[in-house]
């Protein structure tokens, strides 16, 4: 009988085994590789929290969880490094890059290199960053739509901005407006997710920006369900406690006046005829209007930034669908209160933080951060925007971004809240 139980154990084992072993396999020669790296070490000391090591345990995980990280721990030391060859291939391709996009070179680039002795100051700077997204996700007083549910809870489709680069052990969530094309094409270039006549970009302006924002160019969580079932929160959890998360975000003021400028002030089909059309519609009173963006704009007639405002605060926006990602707040992209980003980027400090970043996730010798662009929509220009914007519009939209603002230590605008 003892004997019989010990056979179909070992039956049972050996079934659960080959089914992981199916799963490693398919990952692999996928886009992506299910092998776990360490993330780099947070900075020691009271404010920060030491990164997990391989060598470290995994605190208390489910049985499932701890089966899996123990299984797949077994690949980590052969698979954590990129071959010396890449290596040497990525950095003689890392030099300036050429700039081939015809709208890229228009809008200009900073060649000026940045100095580089502030690590001490970035330490300082991630150490308070962190601290100020933690004590207000921890306070029962602070409160927004969201942040009391778990990650279990967030949908699978509310995870499509997590990008996983299984190679070096990165996960990013990209906010558009806030430099997501170069960071995704960085992420391109790390794992190796896309080819060029055969051969992985080395380079991350050589890759086009309709490849960059091709969603089949990158491994995101909310695609986990259809690769592992049943695995996939498991598999995410097991991630995002070994990876280096990081997320770059931005004044959200200047955030929604750079969408604007770039979805409305520019001949969009796409926006135009999703956005525009019901917004001239509805705001401006028009009846009659054009069907193309190329017709509309050659008889003058565009959506205004008051249009804009209107739309975002009108509670039928939202019940009709969700906020288009551009304008979507950084805690319904994100997930701040739920997930424990090792790196807090920001747009305003973009320069300094890339570097501190590529260092620290020791992949700076692989390749660089694509150069700023010059023409950044200014935090100055927040007066000229909601200049003719009424009072009580500028307070209502601050409801709405309070918790942006809040979570990443943006000051409230008060020149713009008050008479």
Same mark, same amino acid.
């Given at each position: 009988?003892? +004997? *019989?139980?010990?056979?179909?154990?070992?039956?049972?084992?050996?079934?659960?085994?080959?089914?992981?072993?199916?799963?490693?396999?398919?990952?692999?020669?996928?886009? *992506?590789?299910?092998?776990?790296?360490?993330?780099?070490? &947070?900075?020691?000391?009271?404010?920060?929290?030491?990164?997990?090591?391989?060598?470290?345990?995994?605190?208390? #995980?489910?049985?499932?969880?701890?089966?899996?990280?123990?299984?797949?721990?077994?690949? @980590?030391?052969?698979?954590?490094?990129?071959?010396?060859?890449?290596? %040497?291939?990525?950095?003689?391709?890392?030099?300036?890059?050429?700039?081939?996009?015809?709208?890229?070179?228009?809008?200009?680039?900073?060649?000026?290199?940045?100095?580089?002795?502030?690590?001490?100051?970035?330490?300082?700077?991630?150490?308070?960053?962190?601290?100020? @997204?933690?004590?207000?996700?921890?306070?029962?007083?602070?409160?927004?739509? =969201?942040?009391?549910?778990?990650?279990?809870?967030?949908?699978?489709?509310?995870?499509?901005?997590?990008?996983?680069?299984?190679?070096?052990?990165?996960?990013?969530?990209?906010?558009?407006?806030?430099?997501?094309?170069?960071?995704?094409?960085?992420?391109?270039?790390?794992?190796?997710?896309?080819?060029? %006549?055969?051969?992985?970009?080395?380079?991350?302006?050589?890759?086009?920006?309709?490849?960059?924002?091709?969603?089949?160019?990158?491994?995101?969580?909310?695609?986990?369900?259809?690769?592992?079932? +049943?695995?996939?929160?498991?598999?995410? /959890?097991? /991630?995002?406690?070994?990876?280096?998360?990081?997320?770059?975000?931005?004044?959200?003021?200047?955030? @929604?006046?750079? *969408?604007?400028?770039? $979805?409305?002030?520019?001949?969009?089909?796409?926006?135009?005829?999703?956005?525009?059309?019901?917004?001239?519609?509805?705001?401006?009173?028009? =009846?009659?209007?054009? =069907?193309?963006?190329?017709?509309?704009?050659?008889?003058?007639?565009?959506?205004?930034?008051?249009?804009?405002? !209107?739309?975002?605060?009108?509670?039928?926006?939202? $019940?009709?669908?969700?906020?288009?990602?551009?304008?979507? !707040?950084?805690?319904?992209?994100?997930?701040?209160?739920?997930?424990?980003?090792?790196?807090?980027? $920001?747009?305003?400090?973009?320069?300094?933080?890339?570097?501190?970043?590529? %260092?620290?996730? +020791?992949?700076?010798? #692989?390749?660089?951060?694509?150069?700023?662009?010059?023409? &950044?929509?200014?935090?100055?220009?927040?007066?000229?925007?909601?200049?003719?914007?009424?009072?009580?519009?500028? %307070?209502?939209?601050? +409801?709405?971004?309070?918790?942006?603002?809040?979570?990443?230590?943006?000051?409230?605008?008060?020149?713009?809240? /008050?008479?």
């Amino acid at each position: 009988m003892t +004997k *019989a139980r010990l056979l179909r154990l070992s039956v049972v084992l050996v079934s659960v085994f080959m089914i992981l072993l199916i799963i490693v396999y398919w990952d692999n020669v996928g886009t *992506a590789h299910f092998y776990l790296h360490t993330s780099f070490s &947070r900075p020691h000391s009271s404010g920060a929290i030491p990164g997990i090591t391989a060598g470290e345990d995994w605190e208390a #995980l489910p049985d499932v969880d701890e089966f899996l990280a123990k299984l797949l721990s077994s690949n @980590l030391k052969q698979n954590s490094s990129i071959p010396r060859k890449t290596e %040497q291939l990525l950095v003689q391709g890392s030099s300036k890059p050429v700039v081939s996009n015809l709208e890229e070179n228009v809008r200009g680039y900073d060649w000026s290199t940045h100095n580089a002795r502030n690590s001490l100051d970035q330490e300082k700077l991630q150490i308070e960053r962190q601290r100020t @997204l933690r004590e207000f996700c921890a306070n029962s007083s602070f409160t927004f739509p =969201t942040k009391e549910r778990s990650f279990d809870d967030i949908p699978n489709y509310e995870l499509n901005h997590l990008i996983v680069d299984d190679r070096h052990g990165i996960i990013y969530c990209y906010v558009p407006k806030v430099a997501c094309t170069n960071w995704k094409r960085v992420m391109i270039v790390l794992s190796e997710s896309l080819l060029d %006549q055969g051969v992985p970009y080395r380079n991350p302006l050589d890759i086009p920006r309709e490849h960059v924002h091709n969603t089949s160019t990158h491994l995101t969580f909310n695609k986990f369900w259809r690769r592992y079932g +049943k695995f996939s929160r498991h598999l995410m /959890k097991i /991630k995002l406690k070994k990876y280096t998360k990081f997320l770059f975000v931005r004044d959200p003021f200047v955030r @929604l006046i750079s *969408a604007f400028r770039s $979805k409305f002030e520019l001949e969009n089909e796409e926006f135009y005829r999703r956005f525009a059309i019901p917004m001239l519609k509805l705001y401006s009173n028009h =009846t009659n209007v054009p =069907t193309s963006v190329s017709e509309a704009f050659g008889a003058g007639l565009k959506v205004s930034f008051s249009d804009f405002i !209107q739309y975002l605060l009108d509670p039928r926006t939202e $019940k009709m669908a969700p906020f288009n990602e551009h304008w979507r !707040q950084v805690y319904r992209l994100c997930h701040p209160c739920q997930i424990d980003y090792d790196f807090i980027g $920001k747009l305003e400090t973009l320069d300094e933080d890339a570097a501190y970043l590529l %260092q620290l996730l +020791k992949v700076d010798r #692989l390749l660089r951060f694509p150069p700023s662009y010059r023409n &950044r929509t200014a935090s100055s220009w927040e007066d000229d925007w909601f200049a003719k914007i009424p009072l009580a519009w500028r %307070q209502q939209l601050y +409801k709405l971004y309070e918790a942006d603002f809040v979570l990443f230590g943006y000051p409230k605008p008060e020149n713009l809240l /008050k008479d």
